[in-house]
C-alpha cells in the first residue's frame, strides 16, 4: 500500500518557468518571462517597504485597499473583484470551484499552460480546441462543448502567440455558450493591446453572469515577484470562490504594493508606450533577418526558426544562452521550433537583434 494522489494529478506535467540565468561574467537580459524591463513601480516599492515594517501583523484577508484601488481606476464595484496571489491562484480557485472528476474544461491550442495544469488537479479533462493562423477559433471552441463542459478558458491576448480575438468575436463565443458554462477572460497583456476592437472583458462580465476577466499585476505593473491578480466576475461567482481561498491569500507588502502600482497611471501609460514603439521595431528587424514572426498584441514576439540543420530553435536558444539573451523555448505549446522573446530594455532588444544576425550569418541593418 502507498500513498497515491487523486486521478489526473499525476498526468500533469510539471511547469517549467522561463530560464533565468546567464553563463559566469556575461551580462544578463532575461527575456523569457514576459516581465517588464521597466522595474516596478517606485510608489509599489515605497508601499512595500512600509508594510515590511509590520511583518508581525496578519495581512487584511479581505486586501481592501487593493481591492478600493482596483475599483476606483477601472470604475467597477469591490464586490465583483476578487484579489488572488496571482492571477494563476485565481484560475486554480475556478478550476477548484466548478470542475470535478467527469467535468471538462476547453482551452485552445496554444493557450496558456497553467489550465491544463488546473483543470488537470481538480480532476476533470481538457478538451484542446485547435486554433487557426495561430489564433483562437470560436467555432472550434464551440464544437467542442458537450454537456460536460463547465469552464472555457480564453487567453486573450495569448501567450505565447501574442495573438488576440476582437471582442465581437469573444461576444460571439459567450453568446453560444451555454449559460452554465463560465468564460474565463486571461486578460494577462489588456493594458499592452493598442487596437480598437479588443476590449478585455469588463463590459461582457457587466451584462452577462457566466463571464469572468482575470488580471494580472506580474506584467506591465512590474510585480511578478510579489505575487498579484484580480478576478472582476458576477457577485455569484466571486463569492464562490471566495469561500474556498485561503483566509490570507495575499500578503502585506503584494497588497500594499498592488494598490500604490495601480494607481500609478503614468507608469502605466509610459510603460505602454515603450512597449508599443520597441515591440514594433523588434519584429521589424527580425524580420528584416528573414525571420518570421507572429503579429503580437503583447510585450512578446513569438519568433519561428528554418527547420534546416544547424538553424533550429534550439541551436538559436543556445547562441544566444551564450551570450546572455535568455528567451523561452516553447515546445511544450506546441511550438517545437519558435522562441519567444519579451520585449526588453533597448539595450537588450538591440542586442537579440544583433546575436540573432550572427546566428544566422546576415548582417544585421
Ligand atoms: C503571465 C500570465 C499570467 C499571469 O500570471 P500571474 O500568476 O498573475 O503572474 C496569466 N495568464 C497568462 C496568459 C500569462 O501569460
Known amino acids: 500500500m502507498k500513498p ?3 486521478s489526473g494529478v499525476l498526468d500533469i506535467e510539471i511547469y517549467v518557468p522561463g530560464k533565468s540565468r ?8 532575461k527575456l523569457s518571462s514576459n516581465e517588464t524591463p521597466l522595474g516596478p513601480p517606485p510608489a509599489a516599492v515605497e508601499a512595500a517597504r512600509q508594510a515590511l515594517l509590520h511583518l508581525e501583523q496578519y495581512p487584511d484577508g479581505q486586501a481592501s485597499d487593493l481591492k478600493a484601488a482596483i475599483a476606483e481606476v477601472h470604475g467597477l464595484n469591490p464586490k465583483n473583484i476578487l484579489c488572488g496571489n496571482g492571477s494563476d491562484e485565481l484560475l486554480g480557485l ?46 472550434a471552441i464551440l464544437a467542442r462543448v458537450t454537456e460536460k463542459t463547465k469552464l472555457v478558458f480564453l487567453a ?7 495573438t488576440y ?9 459567450q453568446a453560444g455558450l451555454p449559460g452554465n458554462v463560465v468564460l474565463v477572460l486571461d486578460a494577462a497583456y489588456a493594458e499592452y493591446v493598442r487596437r480598437n476592437d479588443y476590449g478585455a472583458g469588463v463590459e ?7 463571464v469572468v476577466m482575470t488580471r494580472t499585476f506580474s506584467k506591465i505593473y512590474g510585480l511578478a515577484g510579489l505575487r498579484v491578480g484580480w478576478l472582476y466576475g458576477p457577485e455569484t461567482i466571486v463569492s464562490t470562490l471566495d469561500r474556498v481561498r485561503g483566509p490570507f491569500n495575499l500578503n502585506a507588502a503584494a497588497i500594499a504594493a498592488g494598490a500604490a502600482a495601480a ?87 538591440r542586442g537579440a537583434v544583433a546575436a540573432l544576425a550572427e546566428f544566422l ?3 544585421s541593418s
Request: hydrophobic residues 40%; negative net charge; glycine residues 10%.
Open 4 to 6: 497515491q494522489p487523486k
Open 22 to 29: 546567464a553563463p559566469e561574467g556575461i551580462k544578463l537580459h
Open 94 to 139: 475556478l478550476c477548484q470551484c466548478y470542475l470535478g472528476p467527469g467535468d471538462e474544461a476547453i482551452h485552445t491550442e496554444h493557450g496558456f499552460l497553467v489550465y491544463g495544469i488546473q483543470i488537470r488537479a481538480a480532476g476533470a479533462t481538457p478538451v484542446v480546441a485547435p486554433e487557426k493562423d495561430r489564433t483562437a477559433d470560436v467555432d
Open 156 to 162: 486573450n491576448p495569448n501567450n505565447p502567440t501574442g
Open 165 to 173: 480575438l476582437p471582442f465581437d468575436e469573444v461576444r460571439r463565443l
Open 204 to 210: 461582457l462580465v457587466s451584462a452577462t453572469d457566466n
Open 263 to 349: 494607481r500609478d497611471r503614468a507608469f502605466v501609460e509610459e510603460a505602454a508606450r515603450f512597449n508599443a514603439e520597441w515591440l514594433e521595431w523588434t519584429a521589424k528587424a527580425l524580420e528584416g533577418l528573414g525571420l518570421e514572426v507572429t503579429p503580437s498584441v503583447g510585450n512578446f514576439l513569438l519568433v519561428h526558426f528554418d527547420d534546416a540543420a544547424g538553424r533550429g530553435a534550439a541551436e538559436a536558444d543556445a547562441f544566444l544562452t551564450e551570450r546572455g539573451f535568455i528567451m523561452r523555448r516553447v515546445a511544450g505549446y506546441g511550438f517545437p521550433n519558435a522562441l519567444r522573446m519579451s520585449i526588453g530594455t533597448e539595450e537588450a532588444n
Open 361 to 363: 550569418g546576415r548582417s
